[in-house]
């Protein structure tokens, strides 16, 4: 079976995992590994602080948390997204407003936004689809124009850029996912990244059960969001090689785009000028006119032993946030529809010219025998 994603996981990896156990950095309250791997990340990602945390998802958590979103406050996030995104709002007491996507990025549509505002609307969390930055420069004046916060999604967008600016480095925050499938990877883990110091602070603090002195009496209510010692070893090994993977990323879905732009109906994915998309993963849209639909596209590549992925299912549609008092049924064609439509093809940074042609003549093969 050709896997969905692999990571790409070397012998500095794997080096730089055994020295933080040879020196005992374990847990997440201690060790230089911890403060490298925030360091280093935050500046290649255009910020002055990182803080590195267990996962993506609480990463988000901990970025809405500080915020100070009170019950029943709105904030505007993508509609096509993993829950993780739509949870962190939730779970601080805010309500999702899903916002529809672009035909062509899948992305947020920012021409959406100033008419979803309302005195209630607190923040907006766009969301970096599969790679591809969100307008940001058309975002954030949005956001300055109503005073909203920004909390960027960038768990797919590793090194993704818009105008030469790096995603996570244009709102208040930037939250990634450190996922093994993620660009980089320290197998669960995450991080929050910002410019302010003072948000870097209650970062800092409500990450680690909000201890102040004495240790053990608690002025704020906290969380254990710690990355261990070793996972972020991992992390800086791999933020050292973030360039070459990203490259290799690239090349994979240049290789595929050579292969699948002349098959009908299929919606490649695209990358805007003045963008940089990392393709986190080569997602694409099955359109009618490809003769199928695309779950029979999915068990015909399975059994030639293909791994697929189908996208997300839109925020409006998803029935855990339906229940939610106060959730507004906001319509959204596209993100619904290509919830229906849309897979990624193995995306992992290995992959060679010869697997990414093997997979496009089954695609070809499977067209032609419709």
Wanted: charged content about 25%.
């Amino acid at each position: 079976m050709i896997k969905v994603y692999e990571p790409l996981i070397g012998n500095k990896e794997k080096n730089y995992v055994l020295d933080a156990l040879n020196k005992g950095e374990l847990s997440g309250s201690f060790g230089k590994y911890i403060e490298d791997f925030e360091n280093e990340f935050a500046r290649y990602s255009g910020c002055k602080y990182g803080v590195a945390v267990s996962s993506g998802t609480t990463a988000l958590h901990l970025a809405m948390s500080v915020i100070d979103i009170k019950p029943g406050d709105e904030v505007l996030l993508s509609s096509s997204t993993n829950i993780a995104t739509a949870l962190s709002i939730v779970h601080n007491g805010g309500i999702p407003v899903p916002v529809d996507c672009e035909e062509e990025t899948w992305n947020l549509n920012v021409s959406l936004l100033e008419s979803l505002i309302t005195k209630k609307t607190k923040a907006i969390i766009p969301v970096h689809l599969f790679g591809h930055p969100v307008n940001m420069r058309a975002l954030m004046k949005i956001a300055r124009k109503y005073n909203l916060k920004v909390i960027e999604d960038c768990a797919e967008s590793h090194g993704a850029s818009y105008r030469g600016k790096i995603t996570g480095s244009f709102g208040d925050m930037g939250c990634y996912s450190f996922y093994a499938n993620k660009i980089i990877t320290t197998g669960e883990g995450g991080m929050v990244i910002t410019n302010s110091n003072s948000l870097y602070k209650k970062l800092k603090l409500l990450r680690n059960l909000a201890f102040e002195n004495p240790r053990f009496k608690h002025r704020q209510l906290g969380y254990n969001f710690r990355m261990t010692g070793y996972q972020a070893a991992m992390g800086l090994a791999q933020t050292r090689n973030l360039n070459d993977i990203i490259q290799k990323k690239r090349k994979v879905a240049h290789t595929y785009n050579k292969y699948l732009r002349d098959i009908e109906g299929l919606q490649l994915p695209v990358e805007r000028k003045n963008y940089k998309n990392v393709y986190w993963v080569y997602a694409i849209n099955i359109l009618p006119s490809f003769g199928i639909d695309r779950d029979e596209l999915i068990k015909k590549l399975k059994n030639e032993g293909i791994e697929t992925r189908t996208f997300f299912c839109s925020m409006t549609d998803q029935p855990c946030l339906k229940k939610i008092k106060k959730f507004k049924k906001i319509k959204t064609p596209i993100a619904s529809r290509i919830w229906k439509t849309g897979i990624y093809l193995p995306s992992s940074p290995s992959l060679n010219n010869k697997t990414i042609e093997f997979i496009a003549k089954k695609i070809k093969k499977i067209k032609k025998t419709i």
